[in-house]
Nanobody, 122 residues
């Protein structure tokens, strides 16, 4: 059974940093595209970042502040978030898809975690 489990969320002051992790299990994910999305209260889920064998991809709103990486030996993807802003407050979701193509739409990913809350105070 495929499972994605996020961790590392929490409360941080503006300007601070957090590192999210997403542990994947059930099969090997080394060929998958792995992504992070987020959903703030009252808003739609939005793309944050993705990584596949070609490279990394970011939303403009996080470019230069967030870094996505992966450890295929551990079946884990990370999101290092620096210079956090109150507008980064959201539930962050990990996603994966075996087709391997990076995408910014929810429909580009077939597997999802349950999310981890990130709250940035001003």
């Amino acid at each position: 059974q495929v499972q994605l489990v996020e961790s590392g969320g929490g409360l941080v002051q503006a300007g601070g940093s957090l590192r999210l992790s997403c542990a994947a299990s059930g099969r090997t994910f080394s060929s998958d595209v792995m992504g992070w999305f987020r959903q703030a209260p009252g808003k739609e889920r939005e793309f944050v970042a993705a990584i596949n064998w070609r490279g990394t991809y970011y939303a403009d709103s996080v470019k230069g502040r967030f870094t996505i990486s992966r450890d295929n030996a551990k079946n884990t993807v990370y999101l290092q978030m620096n210079s956090l802003k109150p507008e980064d407050t959201a539930v962050y979701y990990c996603a994966a898809d075996p087709r391997g193509r990076p995408g910014a739409r929810e429909s580009d990913y077939g597997y999802w975690g349950r999310g981890t809350q990130v709250t940035v105070s001003s």
